[in-house]
């Protein structure tokens, strides 16, 4: 099983749609990233949150909105999206020695929420 | 530019046998180094890492081989189970502030019984 959880697992939603991801860990991880995946590429990376605070932005376009509400959760929102869009979102956290410094420890991903846009 | 390269794209090997998977990197910069495990409808799990000043780190049937001289890794997975059969990334990053994992493009590997 999987220690960082993100629901729903399959979204399908119109182009004129607001939806949104959800993502929740309990590792006291302090760094959370949203990656999207196409199929048969690697992930990449879109946004990373230290300490609740957005660190980085992937110059993603402003139809996905990121949001940190607290240490253990993470969302994705989404508003007038592409069916270009369509793609596995996945979730990931990491140990974070300081804010702002990475440590060497791995990411762990959760499951990923399938998205389709219609 | 891809930083992280895994040229073969797939590998098949047998029950019982040694499954040998090989990342080059070119980013000089780069001094941790991991491999990930995907099955289909799932999220990558870590599996093995390593840090630029070793050049072997191994876990049960994992092993993961640095060699920086070549900007080149390989992951070995001895003995080879069915239940390995999965697309395996490989991942690279720096040390410096905030660097983004990179990832290689990935392998499937098939074990068959």
């Known amino acids: 099983d999987t220690e960082v959880t993100q629901t729903p697992k399959h979204l399908v939603m119109g182009m004129t749609n607001k939806k949104s991801l959800k993502c929740e860990q309990h590792?006291?991880?302090?760094?959370m990233y949203w990656y999207k995946q196409k199929a048969k590429k690697p992930p990449e990376l879109m946004f990373v949150y230290s300490y609740e605070k957005l660190s980085i932005n992937e110059s993603v376009p402003s139809r996905f909105s990121p949001e940190c509400p607290n240490s253990s959760l993470l969302n994705l929102h989404l508003h007038a999206l592409q069916p270009e869009d369509s793609a596995l979102y996945l979730c990931?956290?990491?140990?974070?020695?300081?804010?702002?410094?990475?440590?060497?420890?791995?990411?762990?991903f959760g499951n990923g929420t399938r998205l389709t846009v219609t | 530019d891809q930083q992280v390269k895994q040229n073969s794209p797939s590998l098949s090997v047998q029950e019982g046998r040694i499954s040998i998977l090989n990342c080059d990197y070119t980013?000089?910069?780069?001094?941790?180094f991991l491999w990930y495990k995907k099955y289909p409808a799932e999220g990558p799990t870590f599996l093995i890492s390593?840090?630029?000043?070793?050049d072997k780190n191994e876990d049960g049937r994992f092993t993961v081989f640095l060699n920086k001289s070549a900007k080149h890794l390989s992951l070995h997975i001895v003995p080879s189970q069915p239940g390995d059969s999965a697309v395996y990334f490989c991942a690279a990053r720096g040390n410096t502030g905030f660097q983004k994992l990179v990832f290689g493009t990935g392998t499937r590997l098939l074990v068959s019984p």
């Open positions: 390593i840090s630029s000043i070793k």
């Open positions: 990931a956290s990491s140990q974070d020695l300081a804010k702002g410094q990475f440590s060497n420890s791995p990411l762990h």
């Open positions: 980013n000089s910069m780069f001094d941790y």
């Open positions: 590792m006291g991880h302090r760094a």
